[in-house]
């Protein structure tokens, strides 16, 4: 065939514009492969561990994030509240933590991997009302003179102290949960994830 009459700018052009749709076609049917791939807002909310930065939460006070459709909370506490926890163990139910409600990796009357923060599942172990956080101490407190700090359940009266420990006598049978977490760096944690012996 003779090379006369051949637009060779022509079919460059062409050439071009083939392989441009030709490409374009395979990334859209790529597409739908990917994103199956991908876990679904539902999925990650589900289960997908939530990284948190505690570095602007002040000496005292609480933050909420979600976690498996869960608020969890955390409270960086005081050097006053965390010498007051021991003190409290005759009027708690399980001052120990002996009803596994936090992973094996929390102990003492802590219940944290660092004791100045606390993380913890913000539901009540009764019937899973969201308690108020009442960090005044005493009359204060509108809870008795000798509160010192923690949360009060307004649903049936359940009252935890600010490790999460309820208290004897009220209607909520356990402590307050721990979720698995850990922490990445000294004010970065990811709840969702398990630290392991530290």
């Known amino acids: 065939m003779s090379k006369e009459g051949v637009d060779l700018g022509r079919r460059r052009f062409l050439t071009a514009t083939t392989s ?5 076609g395979v990334a859209a049917a790529l597409v739908p492969f990917i994103t199956y791939m991908t ?3 539902r999925a990650r909310a589900a289960g997908a561990p939530v990284e948190v930065d505690i570095s602007k939460l002040e000496a005292g006070k609480k933050m909420t994030v979600e976690y498996r459709k869960k608020p969890i909370w955390i409270v960086r506490r005081t050097e006053k509240n ?13 001052p120990l933590s002996t009803v596994p409600q936090q992973p094996e990796y929390i102990k003492d009357n802590h219940r944290s991997i660092k004791p100045e923060f606390m993380v ?3 539901l009540c172990t009764h019937l899973g009302c969201s308690p108020t956080y009442r960090p005044e101490l005493g009359a204060a407190s509108g ?8 949360f009060f359940c307004p649903c049936h009266g359940s ?9 004897a006598g009220v209607p909520a049978p356990t402590n307050l949960i ?4 850990k922490y990445v760096t000294d004010t970065v944690i990811i709840i969702g994830e398990d630290q392991g012996v530290a």
């Open 143 to 150: 809870l008795g003179d000798d509160w010192k700090g923690g």
């Open 82 to 94: 965390l010498t007051d926890l021991p003190t409290l163990n005759d009027t708690l139910a399980d």
């Open 39 to 41: 876990p679904s807002a």
């Open 159 to 167: 009252t935890f102290d600010l490790s999460g420990r309820v208290y």
């Open 120 to 122: 913890v599942e913000g």
């Open 20 to 24: 441009v749709v030709g490409g374009a």
């Open 178 to 181: 721990v979720p698995p977490h």
